[in-house]
């Protein structure tokens, strides 16, 4: 799924059952058996265990407002805030106050798809298509092929509908 939406339920499991040493903008749920976490930067093969039958890829941002908003920002500091926890795309000089955090993050929903691709909730040609390769694991598919694929992909004009 690209950009899972913060309603997500089953994304919220995942992410808050992940292994320790996994940041919350990219986590690791089981050595990646089943469900593995991905960015632009293809991060597909994380995790250390092979895939089994059942195959699940959530691709998001640390910038994507639209995954990570939560009304419990209010209150309390997310997790993709903390030391440690931050994606390589969210402002080191962003932090938490109560309220205003919320706020910002809530404010920053409209616009997340009017940002640079590869950021915010654009996800590029690229980095969907290594998910469905990943998810779908067609047989004599092989990384040359996505390689070729991804060229003419990134290639098409983005048109915002």
Do not use: C
Not at 24 to 35: D, F, I, N, S
Not at 64 to 89: C, H, N, Q, T, Y
């Amino acid at each position: 799924m690209s950009g899972p939406p913060f309603v997500n339920d089953l994304h919220a499991r995942l992410t808050a059952q992940r292994q320790p040493d996994s940041p919350a903008y990219l986590p690791v749920y089981e050595q990646g058996r089943t469900v593995r976490f991905t960015a632009e930067q293809n991060g597909l093969d994380r995790g250390g265990s092979t895939w089994g039958p059942t195959r699940l890829v959530y691709l998001q941002h640390a910038s994507d407002p639209i995954v990570f908003f939560s009304p419990s920002m209010a209150f309390s500091s997310p997790e993709w805030l903390k030391d440690g926890e931050r994606g390589p795309d969210v402002s080191a000089r962003m932090g938490w106050f109560p309220l205003v955090t919320m706020w910002q993050v809530l404010l920053d929903l409209p616009g997340a798809g009017s940002i640079p691709m590869g950021y915010g909730h654009l996800y590029s040609a690229t980095s969907n298509l290594e998910s469905w390769v990943a998810v779908t694991n067609p047989p004599g598919w092989t990384p040359d092929r996505t390689a070729a694929l991804a060229s003419v992909l990134e290639k098409r004009p983005y048109k915002d509908t």
